[in-house]
């Protein structure tokens, strides 16, 4: 059953802790995507990732960081850089253009 | 800067009517557009990509697109409370690197 999976679906992080977000894809797409969504606003791109061990900055990247050394694997870490990391986490894939989502964590900060 | 402009609503429709949701875009580049639905506490589900001038259905979704008015519409026949949701709109160019901005969502209620 192919799709995409993220985990944990919930998170709480201290203060000045940082924390990692998973993102695996078996859709063999070759591009992946971090956004982050809060109440009442559209999706923020974080990072992305078109090839493995490629990345480039999405316009919040500031306090993230990434890594791609798997084609089925785009983990996000959340480092205490990020002031206000409360938000929902979005991972996303592509294919012909079309981008699909996993189901998203839900990050709190204690 | 690329924008993707839409009616945050909430947008009220009785059970059975036609919804229909707008979304404008600033850039005259953009050659692929999306609509997404996404429910309280998901996350967005693809439902409709058009890329060409002209209307394109799909069971009760119509997505109309006018590249030279730079906007696009989502049509919902016979609307059910089951189609309540944040409904958004993402738009792409041609080539290079798929990065699709998207615009904030207009909140959809269907009423019994």
């Known amino acids: 059953d192919g799709g995409i999976t993220q985990s944990p679906k919930y998170l709480f992080r201290k203060e000045g802790q940082n924390v990692t977000l998973s993102c695996e894809q078996n859709?063999?797409?070759?591009?992946m995507y971090w956004y982050r969504q809060d109440p009442g606003q559209g999706l923020r791109l974080i990072y992305y990732?078109?090839?493995?061990?490629?990345?480039q900055k999405g316009d919040i990247a500031e306090g993230y960081s990434v890594s791609r050394e798997k084609k089925e694997s785009f983990p996000l870490t959340v480092t205490s850089a990020q002031k206000n990391p409360t938000a929902f986490y979005l991972c996303?894939?592509?294919?012909?253009?079309?981008?699909?989502f996993g189901p998203g964590t839900r990050l709190t900060v204690l | 800067q690329k924008e993707v402009e839409q009616n945050s609503g909430p947008l009220s429709v009785p059970e059975g009517a036609i919804a229909s949701l707008n979304c404008t875009y600033s850039d005259r580049g953009s050659q692929s557009f999306f609509w997404y639905r996404q429910y309280s506490g998901k996350s967005p589900e693809l439902i409709m990509s058009i890329y060409s001038n002209g209307d394109k259905e799909d069971g009760r979704f119509t997505a109309q697109l006018n590249k030279a008015s730079q906007y696009v519409s989502l049509l919902i026949r016979d609307s059910q409370p089951s189609d309540s949701a944040t409904y958004l709109c993402a738009v792409s160019a041609s080539g290079g690197s798929y990065i699709p901005t998207f615009g904030r969502g207009t909140s959809l209620i269907v009423h019994p």
């Open positions: 990732s078109q090839i493995v061990n490629d990345f």
């Open positions: 859709l063999n797409h070759d591009a």
């Open positions: 996303a894939s592509t294919t012909y253009n079309e981008q699909f």
